[in-house]
């Protein structure tokens, strides 16, 4: 095994009920599907419809056929500065990913969403307490490798997918993964 080979990160930030936890599965069956070594864990969150949820992916970059019997060492939480795809679907997780160092111009594909579901504080602000979404937005352009942003709320609706087929999509088609287009 090539020491210097490490696992390919992916971070999944969604909300309950956008199907974080299905994005994951297509990641890890299309990983596996093509003979690559992968592993996840989730932290589900709050256990109702838009709670916050998170997924973690790592998929080693070659294939078991060339590992000669080993087993790669993954780990199974994810590390600030050490993600190379963060998957956002909701402009508000992007901006927790981005305070809490997980996107970095060194390393990371930001693949997120520009929609916003605002947040029980947001609501009931006596004034206007919205977060400044134009903010998170020049910070994810600033601090990723790569961004990509673009309302995949909308394109899913408007194509009757869910956000989570919308970012997948986005994600096979960037070309960060070793995993061609017919694998996802």
Known sequence: MAATQRPLSILIAALGGEGGGVLADWIIAAATAEDYPVQSTSIPGV????????????IYPLKNAQLGGQR?????????????VMLASELLETGRALANGFV????????ASTHRIYTVDEKIALGDG?????????AANALAKRAI???FHKLAANTGAMINA???????GSGTLPLPRAAC
């Open 47 to 58: 256990a109702q419809r838009t709670g916050a949820t998170t997924y973690y992916v790592e």
């Open 72 to 84: 790669p060492l993954m780990t199974l939480a994810p590390a600030p500065a050490n993600i190379d």
């Open 104 to 111: 970095t111009p060194q390393r990371t594909t930001l693949i």
């Open 130 to 138: 919205r977060y400044d979404s134009a903010r998170i937005v020049a």
């Open 149 to 151: 942003l673009t309302d």
């Open 166 to 172: 919308a970012l997948f999509g986005a994600l096979a």
